[in-house]
């Protein structure tokens, strides 16, 4: 849901070359930071602590970006 909620906001900004580069960015940011905090959780508490981690960060980029609105 807050990757969907995320999507739409970005749409709804438009296509500005330096919010798409900035988008790229932060999405590549996203996934080795949750890749990292899974490393750390170990085992299944790895995955648990990865998921988390898209979703809070996911959540606070929809956030930040809606905050352009």
Same mark, same amino acid.
């Given at each position: 849901a807050q990757d969907a909620r995320l999507n739409d906001v970005y749409r709804k900004l438009g296509k500005a070359p330096k919010l798409k580069e900035a988008q790229r960015a932060w999405l590549a940011y996203r996934d080795a930071n949750c890749a990292f905090r899974a490393l750390q959780g170990g085992g299944s508490a790895g995955g648990l602590a990865a998921a988390d981690?898209?979703? @809070?960060? @996911? /959540?606070?980029? /929809?956030?930040e970006l809606a905050a352009f609105l």
């Open positions: 981690c898209v979703l @809070t960060m @996911t /959540a606070s980029r /929809a956030d």
